[in-house]
């Protein structure tokens, strides 16, 4: 309307933003509905007729169509996934996450491979040209930069490409933004407001990176999907052949029949064993806590600060800063045991005890 009558300069438009903040009632309402491309929306992650007449930001530029099959994107997952049926099914749920803008299941997906040419930036190139304009690539040390965070709004899903396998110091807003959560940002240049994340969080690295934080909060919103398969025979043409519009149909659909099994799982992705072992084998092999009880175990007969000193003794030789006994103690508690005061030959100990 206001190109109907005259054309602004730059100033000019700040002045009638600054005007509608001041004179206008801003509504937060709960986003529920991705529009597509060809007259169909996807609201609560289910697929309808029609464009959609409440507001959303979520345009995904991807046609509906649920005969679709491309058998190169088909070809390709198989490959990326070693022909594993729980790892096939992981990546299609990872791509249902991504449509899901509530009562999705709060996880953050790790592609992990040591070795090169094993289809995981393909994998985020297929994904980069699939989500659009609704994609961002903010990388994993950014997160704690609350002017990078503000890109994820209005947003389905952050790729993050080959992030390197570093020591995070803070985890505060990784767990929120995982969680869905509300977290305060600040765009550049404009005053700082609030962001409920729906965007999907993905990264690629040849090995984790190790958060300081060893609590629960960090386990639970791992899904790791292993990629191990190695390209024999490059196809330099692969990119733009799953990135046809085919080819982004069939992409929908299968993301589609991940978001089923999800609601079918009661919110949740469906188990697998082989990302389980993996997220504990990473948690045991970053949590020196954890790898102490693994490895050497708890007697429940000595006192706790023998069992410290065998604590710190183990850090010394894997080489590693032991943590300080109160974390050893919550680690303990939160695996079932207790503190019990007692006494040893007239001495007062305190041993730690598993019922």
Request: aromatic share 8%; net charge negative.
């Amino acid at each position: 309307m206001i190109n109907q009558v005259r054309q602004l300069k730059k100033s000019q438009d700040a002045e009638v933003v600054h005007q509608i903040e001041k004179q206008a009632v801003e509504y937060e309402e709960e986003i529920r509905v991705i529009q597509l491309n060809n007259n169909y929306q996807i609201k609560d992650g289910a697929v309808q007729k029609g464009a959609s007449e409440e507001f959303t930001p979520y345009l995904l530029n991807v046609s509906y169509d649920k005969d679709a099959y491309n058998k190169d994107v088909d070809g390709f997952l198989n490959f990326l996934v070693m022909d594993r049926p729980e790892l096939r099914i992981a990546v299609e749920e990872l791509l249902g996450h991504v449509l899901l803008l509530r009562g999705f299941p709060h996880k953050v997906f790790f592609l992990i491979g040591e070795k090169g040419a094993n289809g995981k930036s393909t994998f985020l190139e297929m994904l980069n040209n699939w989500s659009g304009e609704l994609g961002s690539n903010i990388n994993l040390e950014a997160f704690n930069d609350n002017t990078s965070v503000a890109e994820l709004e209005d947003k389905l899903v952050n790729i993050g490409d080959d992030i390197d396998a570093s020591y995070l110091d803070k985890s505060m807003n990784f767990k929120t933004l995982a969680s869905g959560n509300t977290i305060m940002v600040r765009p550049i240049y404009q005053q700082p407001r609030k962001l409920k994340n729906t965007s999907t969080l993905i990264f690629t690295a040849n090995e984790m990176p190790t958060f300081r934080d060893k609590t629960g909060g960090i386990e639970r919103r791992l899904a790791i999907i292993p990629c191990d398969n190695v390209v024999k025979h490059a196809d330099f043409g692969m990119d733009e052949k799953l990135s046809t519009d085919n080819a982004k149909s069939y992409v929908l659909n299968l993301a589609l029949q991940g978001v089923g099994r999800i609601r079918a799982n009661g919110g949740k992705l469906t188990e697998s064993k082989l990302m389980e072992d993996i997220v504990k084998g990473y948690m045991t092999e970053t949590d020196s806590i954890l790898g102490f009880i693994e490895e050497q175990g708890v007697d429940q007969n000595v006192d706790k600060s023998i069992i410290y000193d065998s604590y710190k003794a183990y850090c010394d030789d894997i080489g590693t800063k032991p943590q300080k006994m109160a974390a050893l103690t919550r680690k303990l508690t939160s695996l079932g045991y207790r503190v019990q005061d007692t006494y040893r030959l007239g001495k007062r100990v305190f041993l730690y005890k598993k019922d």
